[in-house]
Nanobody
Framework: QVQVEESGGGLVQAGGSLRLTCTVSGLNFEDYCVIWFRRRPGKEREGVACISSSGITDYYALELDGRFHVSKDNALNTGVLDMHNLKPEDTATYYC??????????????????????WGQGTQVTVSS
């Protein structure tokens, strides 16, 4: 059984940093990309970042202005999203997911992941002004 679990959310002041971790089990992690989404209050879910299965190539939503960094540790079966210079508009529930595919293709298709995508339950990030 595949399990995906996010951790590391919380309350942070504007300008601060947070690290979100995605722990995955039940699949051959090195064959899967890790992708992060968020759902801000009153908005649709949006893609944030994606890291290739090898952990070498990363993709980001353009509006992040380089503030976020995604990584993957195949030895630990974890994906990480480091978020810096956080803004109140970054307040959202953040989700990670694992899929067998290509991040670049997913981003080109509007952050649409394959049907067989394994999702976490989400972790809340709140940025105070």
């Amino acid at each position: 059984q595949v399990q995906v679990e996010e951790s590391g959310g919380g309350l942070v002041q504007a300008g601060g940093s947070l690290r979100l971790t995605c722990t995955v089990s039940g699949l051959n992690f090195e064959d899967y990309c890790v992708i992060w989404f968020r759902r801000r209050p009153g908005k649709e879910r949006e893609g944030v970042a994606c890291i290739s299965s090898s952990g070498i190539t990363d993709y980001y939503a353009l509006e992040l202005d380089g503030r976020f960094h995604v990584s993957k540790d195949n030895a630990l079966n974890t994906g990480v999203l480091d978020m810096h210079n956080l803004k109140p508009e970054d307040t959202a529930t953040y989700y990670c997911a694992a899929f067998d595919g290509v991040c670049g293709t997913v981003k080109t298709l509007g952050w649409r992941t394959p049907e067989e995508t394994y999702w976490g339950q989400g972790t809340q990030v709140t940025v105070s002004s």
